[in-house]
């Protein structure tokens, strides 16, 4: 039966959303050949396009169709407000959505999503905070700082009090524009150490602690940065000597020339993650799907794709990463050790007081 | 009275084809109006609903219920009257500089000959057939502190030091005017064009020098011009996204970049739909305030004696 | 009831080898012209004639190459307009829309710094003088364009210039009260004696108004007189033939005695020079003859012709003849009942009779 391309159905409720857009539906099908799979079963996906969904759709969505037999539809989106949508008109056309930790987290907690069976999904493997009760893991990235190789040489920041210290490393900094791992580098910079981390954020003193320390920052900081993009063009350019910033992004930055570095000491390690919305069509199939993407030899294919590491700690055990890429990746032991995983629970309760806070901040 | 009943009565029997007449106008109404309803349906759809789904979704709640907290989070928060301040600010200053650079250029450009006039106004024009990006990327280029503008400088001598052209409030504005102005340009060029040339002939004649005569006599005929170029962008700034976000450095931040993180942040249309009313409101009331302060009705018709 | 005067009296204008071309066509070429102290000038011509550039150039708009212009003694050819102190009517009268008619008025007060009593003192008697009185206050889109005319004109005269430039100011009115307006003006004229140069291509419009007519053709004064002299004496065929209507028959000069065809003509007064002559015919000269007592007048010019249309215009009528050769002319006549009653039917030969006064010669080169 080879290969089947067809387009998902969308529901007129679809139109709504303002992301059911280009719902390019590409669907993979083994047929019989499959085991322990019927041809009826079917999931559709949601993920954020571009390069990342590429990334995922090679390492991830087509070769655990082909081993499953199960037809997978790919659709695009614009996050947790279009499953907030589709939840309450009660029109639910995905299986599997791709998200960001935390919004999970958030979507969970309000009731958008299908708590996850970790008796079918098998996470005995994975880094323990790499997963939650309504999302699994799905990649790595880490929230790090980088620096100018130019304007710093060999001897660049070794950690958070460095990137604070103007008179040790003078030069432009770039900061986050949004509270999201813009307070915790701030607090290790205070001396607090990684593991106090969240516990002092979670008072209002703590909040504030860290705030006062960025405020202090303020004046070196050039640029406010908003996306991924945008803070690696600015090592590329030389228009920051330093920046906070998505590792993967300075990798392809630095691949392309830039001249610049990055520790993965006390950087925030943070993950994505796939959950099954409220009302899902194939919630059964879904879970399914999840428990075989979830699997060390599917995540091992990741980093050829992206440099995002698995989620899953056997996927470096499985040989199927190559060393020295294994060394760049967030997720890898050595570099996992160094770092703080973030703390959903606290984006949860904290995020908007936080948020509100910040952006007096920047705005004064 | 008693003429009018007769009068009346008498129409209402005798007069040849009345009725029928009026018929046929009053169809001919309804046709008209049948021929303006597609019109009138898509302005509904695409203006008026939108409108009202937003004021509606403002005053949800992330439960779904009906709340005051969008507003009051507003009231309670410093960065959201902050980011009102600066949105009107980096709009009026856009205008402004819109103005003093646009009206002057204008003003060349009405009184080249058409061929020549032609040929400039292609290249006023020509920004608007690349992207809104691409400008805006551009001029990131050209500012940044290793841009090739402060590579210039240093290299003749001009500056030692990288100055600060983007990343603030500077780039910002250079790149919303660069793109705002021939919004600016067409409207006061087409008013300069209106205006005959006799007028100027005349005030001369009577006596005013060139200085006297454009102030006088061409400069309150082309404001009707003007107005209008400059509201076209001062509206048009208050919604602008794109051009503060790239070269403002995060710290221009207009009210349509706070919307996209509302959303983000609170899951919850409500939370950016407030914002989108309140903008709404107070572009109305300082419109509001600014024709009743300008009398554009006054502009536009004749001033007054002596 | 004060009226608007002119208080420090008219000035002649003088006009020396003003020249303008553009490119290779003379708009002005050589002219000379002079304007007396108060009296009213117009310059006729067809359109093209340069009749408005040489306006222009009085106004200060137009830049002649070269040449001379004076206003009195001074000598203002490169005075900027705004220094001219010369009043004009534009023909689309150039009232500024965003002012009232008051506004527009006091606008050449308002640049000469003059008092604010003095300045609604003198608008309003300018305002008189044109019969706006009380339409201060309206804008000038609520104005008829006799109404806009006579604002054009308040305001051109309200700063007492001594020069009045006038360029086609009544074109834009329809035909009655254009000629109601053509009696006014030149009442006005008469009444504030400011030296004034009016332009126009309606040459019954320059031979109602004017003292004197400049016949305006390529660039060059064709001739300048007062309109009888203008209508009676053409100096030349485009003077004859701009200014009324004419049928010209070529003659010939043989011992002093100019013929037509075999015909000696009795003429007012021979040309000085030329050996090429028209006979100038104007319609309304000729007259038909009925019976031979009339005929027998011995200082008429007789032609035979025969009867081929006539034309009915209420006050008159046209009738057109050929003559023999085969030449047209028409011949026009009032409708007076007994004119009327004793008129021949179409293909009819009849006479038709020139008094020598009115039996002009003139050259028939191009001047």
Same mark, same amino acid.
């Given at each position: 039966m080879g290969r089947e391309k067809r387009y998902s159905g969308q529901s @007129? @409720? +679809?139109?709504?959303? @303002? %992301?059911?857009?280009? +719902?390019?539906a590409v669907a993979f099908a083994a047929g019989g050949l499959a085991s322990g799979a019927t041809a009826a079963d079917k999931v559709t996906v949601a993920s954020w396009g571009g390069s990342y969904q590429k990334a995922q759709s090679e390492a991830l969505f087509k070769p655990a169709a082909k081993a499953t037999g199960i037809n997978v539809t790919e659709e695009t989106y614009g996050g947790m407000s279009d499953v907030r949508l589709k939840v309450k008109a009660g029109a639910? %056309?995905?299986d599997i959505v791709a998200s960001g930790s935390g919004s999970a987290s958030r979507a969970g907690a309000e009731g958008l999503l299908e708590p996850l069976d970790y008796d079918v999904i098998d996470v005995s493997t994975f880094y323990p905070t790499l997963k939650m009760k309504y999302c699994v893991g799905g990649d790595v990235f880490s929230t790090v700082y980088a620096w100018n190789t130019a304007t710093y040489g060999d001897k660049g920041p070794q950690n958070w009090a460095d990137f604070w210290d103007v008179e040790k490393f003078p030069g432009k900094r770039a900061y986050r524009g949004k509270v999201a791992g813009a307070l915790e580098p701030a607090l290790m910079a205070d001396g607090v150490p990684p593991e106090k981390v969240y516990e002092v954020l979670s008072t209002e003193e703590g909040m504030e602690r860290a705030i006062n320390k960025i405020r202090e920052l303020k004046p070196h900081i050039a640029v406010w940065w908003s996306s991924g993009a945008q803070h690696a063009q600015l090592m590329k350019d030389g228009e920051v000597d330093m920046t906070t910033g998505w590792n993967g992004r300075f990798d392809v930055a630095i691949d392309d020339g830039a001249k610049a570095a990055y520790s993965f000491n006390q950087a925030l390690l943070d993950y994505d993650c796939f959950a099954i919305p409220k009302g899902a069509p194939n919630k059964d199939t879904a879970m399914k799907f999840l428990a075989e993407i979830s699997k060390a030899e599917y995540q091992a294919n990741l980093p050829n794709y992206i440099t995002y590491g698995p989620t899953n700690k056997k996927a470096y055990e499985i040989g199927k990463i190559d060393d020295a890429v294994a060394r760049k990746l967030p997720s890898h032991p050595d570099n996992a050790s160094l770092q703080l995983p973030v703390d959903i629970d606290w984006y949860a309760k904290f995020e908007q007081k936080a948020s509100a806070m910040y952006q007096d901040l920047v705005t004064e | 009275m008693s003429d009018l009943v007769l009068r009346s009565a008498g129409s209402l029997a005798t007069q040849p084809n009345q009725t029928e007449l009026k018929q046929d106008a009053l169809r001919e109404r309804f046709a008209l109006f049948g021929l303006c309803s597609p019109a009138l349906l898509l302005v509904l759809i695409i203006m008026v609903l939108p409108v009202g789904w937003l004021f509606w979704l403002s005053f949800l709640g992330e439960d779904g219920n009906f709340t005051l907290e969008n507003y009051q989070r507003m009231v309670e928060s410093k960065s959201y009257a902050r980011i009102f301040r600066n949105t009107f600010e980096v709009s009026l200053l856009t205008t402004g500089i819109c103005i003093l650079i646009g009206y002057p250029l204008a003003y060349f450009l009405s009184q080249l000959p058409r061929r020549a006039a032609n040929l400039c106004m292609i290249t006023v024009l020509l920004p608007f057939w690349t992207s809104l990006l691409v400008r805006t990327y551009a001029w990131l280029v050209l500012l940044q502190r290793r841009g090739l503008i402060n590579e210039w400088g240093m290299d003749i001598g001009l500056w030692d030091e990288p100055i600060k052209l983007v990343h603030n409030l500077t780039g910002t504005l250079i790149g919303m005017v660069h793109i705002m102005l021939p919004f600016l340009i067409l409207p006061v060029y087409g008013s300069m064009k209106a205006i005959d040339r006799d007028y100027m002939k005349a005030a001369a004649n009577l006596g005013a020098s060139p200085a006297q005569a454009f102030w006088r006599v061409f400069f309150p005929l082309s404001l009707p011009g003007l107005f209008a170029g400059a509201l076209i962008v001062f509206v048009l700034c208050l919604g602008f996204f794109v051009t503060p976000a790239v070269l403002g450095g995060g710290k221009v931040i207009m009210v349509s970049m706070r919307i996209a993180t509302n959303i983000e942040l609170f899951f919850n249309w409500g939370a950016a739909s407030a914002l989108g009313v309140v903008l709404l409101v107070l572009t109305l009331v300082i419109l509001g305030i600014a024709s009743r302060v300008l009398r554009f009705d006054q502009l536009l018709g004749g001033g007054h004696g002596s | 009831m004060s009226e608007t005067t002119l208080t420090g009296g008219a000035l002649p204008i003088t006009i020396r080898d003003a020249t303008k071309s553009y490119g290779a066509v003379f708009a002005l070429d050589n002219v000379d012209l002079d304007v007396r102290s108060g009296e009213f000038m117009t310059l006729l011509?067809?359109?093209?004639?340069?009749k408005t550039t040489l306006l222009m150039v009085l106004a200060g708009f137009t830049r002649p190459d070269y040449g001379s212009v004076k206003f009195g003694e001074r000598e203002i050819v490169r005075t900027p307009p705004h220094k001219r102190d010369v009043g004009m009517v534009f023909q689309n009268y150039a009232l500024f829309p965003h002012m009232s008619v008051a506004a527009n008025v006091a606008f050449p007060l308002k640049l000469r710094g003059v008092s604010k009593q003095e300045m609604v003192e003198r608008t309003e008697q300018a305002l008189e003088t044109v019969q /706006?009185?009380?339409?201060?206050? !309206? !804008?000038?889109?609520? /104005?008829?364009g006799g109404q806009r005319q006579r604002v054009a004109l308040a305001r051109a005269i309200v700063f007492e210039p001594r020069i009045l430039l006038m360029d086609e100011p009544l074109s834009a009115l329809d035909k009655k009260l254009r000629e109601q307006m053509q009696i006014e003006l030149r009442r006005l004229h008469d009444k504030l004696g400011m030296t004034t140069v009016y332009v126009t291509h309606d040459q019954r419009e320059a031979l109602t108004m004017s003292d004197r007519i400049a016949v305006i053709n390529h660039g060059r004064v064709m001739q300048l007189g007062t309109p009888e002299e203008i209508y009676e004496r053409p100096a030349n065929r485009f003077v004859a033939d701009f200014i009324g209507e004419s049928t010209f028959l070529p003659v010939t000069v043989q011992q002093g005695v100019a013929r037509f065809g075999d015909q000696s003509l009795k003429v007012a007064q021979m040309p000085e020079a030329g050996e090429d002559l028209l006979l100038m015919l104007r319609p309304e000269r000729l007259q038909l003859i009925t019976n031979d007592s009339e005929a027998a007048d011995g200082e008429a010019n007789r032609f035979e012709a025969r009867v081929r249309e006539m034309v009915y215009q209420g006050d008159s009528f046209l009738m057109y003849t050929v003559l023999e050769n085969g030449t047209e002319i028409s011949l026009r006549g009032m409708t007076r009942r007994d004119t009327v009653s004793t008129l021949p039917a179409i293909g009819d030969v009849i006479q038709l009779a020139l008094h020598r006064d009115d039996t002009v010669l003139i050259s028939a080169e191009e001047p």
């Open positions: @007129r @409720r +679809a139109i709504l959303s @303002r %992301t059911g857009i280009a +719902a390019v639910m %056309t995905w | - | 011509g067809p359109s093209g004639s340069g /706006l009185a009380g339409y201060g206050e !309206r !804008r000038i889109d609520q /104005l008829s």
